[in-house]
């Protein structure tokens, strides 16, 4: 059985961590999801700490769809409004394990 594992934000924002998990999920292990949401968000907060990455980081995003097929989770919007969680900002996450 393959596993599917919706990557948040947290674990995308330190470039070793989303390398390291990017070539796990391509030997097949589980299979790698996230959302054009996720995505914002950890490009957002990278480029809090480090701007001069602004022009790259859309790059990485692209590439990171490409490498990794059938990635991005579409349609979870919405489910949001309907879940429950102790940080609502989190819900988004949670919609898109659901759709995924």
């Not at 995308?12 to 961590?17: E, N």
């Not at 999801?33 to 480029?47: C, G």
């Not at 809090?48 to 790059?59: A, F, G, T, V, Y």
């Amino acid at each position: 059985m393959r596993y599917t594992v919706v990557f948040d934000a947290c674990v995308l924002y330190p470039a070793p961590l989303r390398d390291f998990l990017l070539r796990l999920s391509m030997t097949g292990l589980f299979s790698a999801k996230w959302t054009d949401q996720i995505h914002d968000e950890w490009i957002r907060n990278v480029l809090k700490s480090r701007p001069e990455l602004q022009d790259k980081l859309p790059r990485t995003r692209e590439l990171m769809n490409t490498a990794v097929p059938d990635s991005l989770v579409t349609a979870y919007e919405p489910l949001i409004e309907s879940l429950s969680l102790p940080d609502a900002d989190d819900r988004h996450v949670l919609a898109a394990a659901i759709r995924a």
